[in-house]
Each structure stands twice: as structure tokens, then as C-alpha cells.
């Protein structure tokens, strides 16, 4: 019976995050490491106007995956496998020690930036739920052209989708999915239409970048939302992280891979528990939980329990 750890993406930020991280001493040097190599106050990333900056999300994000992490990783709570959704790969990554922190965050802090410079303003995703993928791909295809670009970006489970584009798309879209009979259909709290090829030229330039960044072959298997594929060596771990922001995440297959190979306690790391509820309603079977309200010393004793004959 294994252990996992996922880490979610951008979206899972809320006001306040990384103040509610666990009072630990692990995340306090972590918080510490992070802003030395940031040259700022990691704690201000999570309030006011940052949350609104895609650079300030996805680094507290990395922040507040590997804190959390490494607070478990001090009580004995350590993974069989990581993933993690789009940016969390990286705090997935630092987990599987493939990558360094220090590294980690300064491609993360590329990646954000090039992402804001690749488009602007006039952008971002919307969450479709309640419909099947091939009623998703007719609204995506109806809707595409080249004034109004719409991509299917997260496959999240049977019927949860994330889309990514353009403003006047992301409404036809959200218009069409509620018409279409959705459980919910709304624009998510990301500035940016990720995973989608408007951000190809943005995935090249980190690509060429990230050549220089050392990548080891993972310690702890880690699995890739680009392929949905075990990342067996640093190339896998190089190409997931330059890359993945330009292709569609396979969350669900992604999830299923880990279960195939043997995961059943699967733990989210911080914020939120929006990986927890997806789990639970694709394996009902599996036993999840969100760090977010669960300490270190109670995520040790979950486990042992769901571990004991």
C-alpha cells in the first residue's frame, strides 16, 4: 500500500495561504530558504494585489508545496510517488529530488513571467464540470478561430475540464456549457491561458533556458501530467518542466497511473484540496486527504493507520 503526495496548480491560491502553512520547523526554513533566494518577504505572495500577479501565485505555490513536504519528510511521512498539477510538478519535482529548491524557484519564477509576457491581458481558463469530454470538445470546436482562440486544457476526470483562452471565447464558452446542461461552468482565478499553444513560444524559451539547470533522475518516482507517464530520468523531468505549460494536463490518467502502481493513501499538499475532491470522486476507494487543516503529526497518524494489517 503506497503512500502519494500531490501538489495542485494555479487556481488553489486563496487569500492567506502560506500564512496557514503548519507551525512547524521545516516550513519555517523553508519560508527562510525561499526568500534568500527570491530577495523578498515570501510571506507578502499570498495577500492583496500579488494574488493577482501569476509570478506571485505559482511561486508561493512551489513555496508552500515543498514546505509542506519537507515538514512531513521530518515527521517520517515520506511518498512512493509525487505529481503535481502543471507548476506543482516542480514542487513534485524538488520532492523526488530531481531538482534542486534554489533552481526550482528561479525556473518557476521564469515560467511565470514568460507565461504574463506571452499574453498579457484578454485571457485566462474557465472550469467546465458535468459533461462529457466529447460535449466539451464540440463547444471548443465551435467556438475556436483565430480572433478568438479555445483550447481544452485540463483533463481533470470524465467530466472535469479546464479550457483555456481568449476573454470573448472563455464567455461563448461558459454560455454554451451552461446551455449544454453543466454542473458548473466559470472562470478561474488564473490570468493566463495555460497549457494551451498560445504558450508554446513561452514553453521554447524556458525549454532552451532550463538546459542549464542541473536535473537529476527523480528519487522518488514521479509522474508527469504532460504524458501521464512515470519520469523516469532528468530528461523526462527536464522536458516535464520546461514544457508541460504549453500542453494539456492528463490529471486523470495521471491519477490512475499512480493507482495502477499502487497508491492508496494520497495525500494534497497546500492550498486547498481541489486534487483531494477530484480523487475522491473518480476512486472513491482511495483514502485522500488536504494537508490544508491536517498537521504534519496528524498526517503521520493517518497513515499509519490506513497502513496498519
Known amino acids: 500500500m503506497s503512500l502519494a503526495f500531490l501538489f495542485p496548480g494555479q487556481g488553489a491560491q486563496s487569500p492567506g495561504f502560506l500564512h496557514r502553512l503548519p507551525d512547524h520547523p521545516a516550513v519555517t526554513a523553508t519560508l527562510q530558504e525561499a526568500g534568500a533566494v527570491l530577495g523578498l518577504d515570501v510571506l507578502t505572495l499570498d495577500e492583496g494585489a500579488a494574488l493577482q500577479s ?3 501565485v505559482q511561486t508561493g505555490l ?30 513534485a519535482a524538488v520532492t523526488a ?25 484578454g485571457f485566462g481558463m474557465v472550469a467546465v464540470t458535468g459533461l462529457p469530454q466529447r460535449r466539451v470538445e464540440a463547444i471548443v470546436g465551435a467556438i475556436h478561430g483565430a480572433a478568438a482562440p479555445l483550447y481544452l ?13 481568449a476573454d470573448a ?11 449544454a446542461g453543466a454542473r458548473r461552468a466559470e472562470r478561474l482565478a488564473v490570468a493566463v491561458p495555460s497549457h494551451a499553444p498560445l504558450m508554446d513560444g513561452a514553453a ?23 504524458r501521464a507517464r512515470m519520469l523516469r530520468d532528468a530528461a523526462g523531468v527536464r522536458e516535464e518542466l520546461a514544457t508541460n505549460l504549453a500542453h494539456p494536463v492528463r490529471w486523470s ?8 502502481h499502487g497508491a492508496a493513501v494520497l495525500l494534497e499538499m497546500p492550498p486547498g484540496d481541489v486534487l483531494t475532491r477530484l480523487t475522491a470522486s473518480e476512486h472513491p ?9 491536517l498537521s504534519p503529526a496528524g498526517a503521520r497518524a493517518l497513515v499509519a493507520r490506513v497502513r496498519e494489517p
Open 153 to 165: 486544457a485540463n483533463l481533470n476526470g470524465p467530466a472535469e475540464f479546464v479550457l483555456s483562452g
Open 54 to 56: 501569476t509570478v506571485s
Open 62 to 91: 512551489t513555496v508552500a508545496g515543498v514546505a509542506a513536504a519537507r515538514a512531513l519528510a521530518a515527521e517520517g511521512v515520506v511518498p512512493a510517488m509525487v505529481a503535481g498539477l502543471s507548476v506543482g510538478s516542480f514542487a
Open 97 to 121: 529530488g530531481a531538482i534542486g529548491f534554489a533552481d526550482a524557484l528561479r525556473l518557476v519564477d521564469r515560467r511565470a513571467r514568460l507565461m504574463e509576457q506571452a499574453c498579457p491581458a
Open 253 to 260: 490518467d495521471s491519477v490512475a497511473l499512480m493507482v495502477e
Open 204 to 226: 521554447a524559451a524556458l525549454a532552451a533556458e532550463a538546459e542549464a539547470v542541473p536535473v537529476a533522475t527523480p528519487r522518488i518516482a514521479m509522474v508527469g501530467n504532460r
Open 169 to 179: 471565447a472563455l464567455d461563448r464558452a461558459i454560455e454554451a456549457a451552461r446551455q
Open 285 to 293: 476507494g482511495l483514502t485522500g486527504r488536504a494537508m490544508d487543516g
